[in-house]
């Protein structure tokens, strides 16, 4: 139980919501009192991005950043938005400059990033908060620390809002952060530089991967045709695909599928051993579902991202579904799986050992990798090419969708087996990469909590023993 005049203590905003005074953040509380520490407005000033409506017809020439380009500490390029530089030129105070810590403060809040060193300015959306013109303190240090325990506590304390959840721009401002010296923030400043390489390798080894295979099937230098018209027969459409829907007959997948017919193709569902197969989705907030520590995780198409299942914003359901009215769905380690309702067309190597299992939405492909690469696959159904290819195929609607046995029609490319061993290994040592930066970054927000609990020198002891 607190007092009213325990609550009013450093609460600006009147907070009474038994969320507020959660124990663990008062703990924080405590712990703070008892330390030397300065408000981020000592160090920085906080902005957030722009509040206009966005702009139609915007020239792609600035990058656009929104909270969803902020996922596991790095800055990601799926599906980018960009502004004109004139637009960017009149959004002064949204600006993001190299060396700024960024954090998402709409929906998902407390996503961070540091944009690194020799950042192409961008600009942000009212989404994310900018800390920028950092002095007095290291700006790496001040992400690593926003990142870790500590500082993760008094944003997510922050969070208000009901159908939105969101952080002010001025209690973010009050964030504290405890003193600590300039030799170890330098440490951890040449931590998170590491990480930031590393992560740009992958990156290269990735695309080194994809455009092999774009080269290997005669498509790297493909451009779609933008001719809105193409005539085709009765008996050169509907007789051979049974589609009447004229997306399927445009004039750009008669010129890809021209330069796929120059290698074998094979059905999906022809190497696959065992039937395509989907899950179902129990009623929304339903009570099949449950939480991560009682609970089986269940992968949506959403849970697909850049060939991997990422782990992040799983949803669980209770064992006895997954074991019950969806055995038949239940993973197994090196299954691929694909997107089929929504964005269709995902895919991801499953390479987990814990159970799981899948919704409506995403459907399993078990094979061989003797037959047909899986990571080859991967990166084909994920190039530029591949989402053409299965575009061609989808089903428009109120919701874009594939059916399994569209998916188990879908004739694949297949290449020398060298090629695709190849593409295979840059995928590996790209995968190998992203975890060996993801594992720095884990390192120096540890290493920050380690120096604000147990000291500096323990800190840097501990980081001799894990780089």
Request: hydrophobic share 40%; charged share 25%.
């Amino acid at each position: 139980m607190l007092k009213l005049s325990e609550v009013l203590i450093d609460n600006t905003d009147i907070r009474i919501d038994s969320e507020y005074f959660r124990k663990e953040y008062l703990l924080n509380d405590i712990f703070f009192k008892n330390r030397l520490s300065e408000k981020i407005i000592k160090y920085a000033n906080v902005s957030d991005g722009d509040h206009s409506k966005f702009p139609d017809n915007q020239a792609p020439e600035i990058r656009y950043l929104q909270a969803k380009d902020i996922k596991n500490h790095f800055l990601i390029n799926e599906n980018p938005v960009y502004v004109s530089k004139e637009y960017f030129n009149i959004n002064k105070r949204s600006h993001i400059f190299e060396e700024n810590v960024i954090l998402s403060i709409m929906g998902s809040v407390g996503d961070i990033a540091i944009t690194p060193k020799g950042y192409t300015p961008s600009l942000a959306n009212r989404a994310i908060a900018i800390i920028k013109n950092i002095k007095g303190i290291n700006p790496y240090y001040l992400f690593a620390y926003l990142s870790a325990k500590f500082g993760q506590l008094q944003i997510e304390r922050q969070k208000n809002g009901g159908v939105q959840v969101r952080i002010n721009l001025d209690v973010l401002s009050k964030v504290k952060i405890p003193v600590t010296t300039n030799l170890f923030q330098n440490a951890i400043e040449s931590i998170v530089k590491q990480a930031h390489f590393i992560q740009a390798h992958s990156i290269i080894e990735y695309t080194k991967a994809e455009t092999f295979l774009l080269q290997s099937i005669g498509l790297h230098d493909y451009r779609p045709s933008e001719e809105a018209v193409n005539i085709k027969s009765f008996k050169e459409s509907y007789i051979i695909s049974g589609r009447l829907d004229s997306e399927f007959y445009q004039k750009k997948y008669d010129k890809l599928e021209s330069q796929l017919e120059l290698f074998t193709r094979k059905r999906l569902g022809d190497f696959i051993s065992y039937p395509v197969s989907s899950g179902i989705t129990p009623k929304a907030g339903g009570d099949d579902y449950t939480d991560a520590v009682h609970g089986i995780p269940f992968i949506r198409a959403v849970d697909l991202k850049d060939g991997e299942v990422v782990t992040e914003n799983f949803i669980y359901i209770k064992k006895e579904i997954h074991k019950g009215a969806l055995k038949r769905t239940q993973l197994k380690k090196g299954d691929v799986l694909f997107s089929i309702a929504g964005t269709v067309g995902r895919c991801a190597l499953f390479d987990h050992s814990f159970e799981a299992n899948i919704n409506q939405a995403v459907s399993i492909l078990r094979f061989d990798n003797n037959i047909v690469n899986k990571l080859y696959l991967i990166v084909f159904f994920n190039s530029e090419i591949g989402k053409e290819f299965v575009s061609k195929y989808s089903r428009q609607g109120v919701q874009t969708n594939l059916t399994l046995t569209e998916v188990a029609d879908l004739r694949i490319p297949i290449i020398d087996k060298s090629k695709q061993l190849a593409i295979a290994n840059l995928v590996q040592e790209s995968s190998r990469l992203k975890k060996q930066s993801e594992h720095l970054l884990e390192v120096a927000k540890k290493a920050v909590e380690m120096a604000i609990e147990e000291g500096e020198e323990r800190a840097m002891e501990w980081i001799e023993t894990v780089i």
